[in-house]
């Protein structure tokens, strides 16, 4: 049990186009998804913490108009990359936990390759 | 979070226990211990967690001291599947997010 799904896993875009990474919790209910960001040969970066329902919340220094998040179901949180560009090229991860309790581990996606050419 | 302290890299023998410490004296008392790893370019899979006692799965063992400001994970026989970086993380209380740090790479060598 407790998978999560991501879709997609690689995606190439356009510079100006946006993106959007779908993160489905597939056999649970997570009232909370986080959103994370992974440069090359460097650690998962938190980028903001998305709860059902309601607004999500940013990291210092993560631009929130250019990283729409939704998360409008307990099993779906999405990730819309506005107006990419090459920076914004990287492995994004989402996680989730299950609701209720932190005895349970937080599950990860297997992660979206962003190329922005 | 309290912050976690891991050594950047180490190696094992293939069949060997790998024994990798973490550093968290700064922990306070509703914290849990998370444990991931990630092999290149997944996301990172979970493998325990804890709050006081010592646990065990099928993956690992996880041994937290009494005072609760160090832990050490414990992969009994190590296998080359077992290379990739391992993360130790505290998280719990009011603030359940899961911080990365720079964690642990693990080589398994043949």
């Known amino acids: 049990g407790a998978v999560v799904s991501q879709h997609p896993s690689w995606v190439i875009c356009k510079s100006g186009t946006s993106v959007k990474i779908e993160c489905r919790s597939l056999?649970?209910?997570?009232?909370?998804m986080f959103w994370y960001r992974q440069f090359p040969k460097q650690s998962l970066m938190l980028m903001a913490t998305?709860?059902?329902?309601?607004?999500?919340?940013?990291e210092q220094g993560v631009e929130k108009d250019k990283f729409l998040i939704n998360h409008a179901s307990l099993t779906l949180s999405t990730l819309t990359v506005t107006s990419a560009h090459p920076e914004d090229s990287s492995f994004y991860i989402c996680?989730?936990?299950?609701?209720?309790?932190?005895?349970?581990?937080?599950?990860f996606g297997s992660g979206t390759r962003l190329t922005v050419v | 979070d309290a912050k976690t302290t891991q050594p950047p890299s180490m190696d094992c023998a293939e069949g060997r226990a790998a024994n990798l410490p973490c550093n968290h004296s700064?922990?306070?008392?509703?914290?849990?211990v998370y444990w991931y790893r990630q092999i290149h370019s997944q996301g990172p899979q979970y493998i325990i967690h804890?709050?006081?006692n010592n646990e065990t799965n099928e993956m690992a063992s996880l041994i937290i001291t009494e005072d609760r400001k160090s832990s050490t994970l414990i992969l009994p026989h190590a296998t080359l599947r077992d290379t990739a970086v391992y993360y130790c993380?505290?998280?719990?209380?009011?603030?359940?997010?899961?911080?990365f740090g720079k964690g642990t790479l693990l080589t398994v060598n043949p």
């Open positions: 993380i505290v998280t719990g209380g009011s603030n359940y997010k899961l911080t």
């Open positions: 804890g709050l006081k």
């Open positions: 056999d649970f209910q997570a009232t909370t």
């Open positions: 996680s989730a936990r299950r609701t209720g309790s932190l005895n349970y581990g937080y599950t």
């Open positions: 998305s709860n059902e329902g309601s607004k999500a919340t940013y």
């Open positions: 700064t922990i306070s008392g509703n914290e849990y």
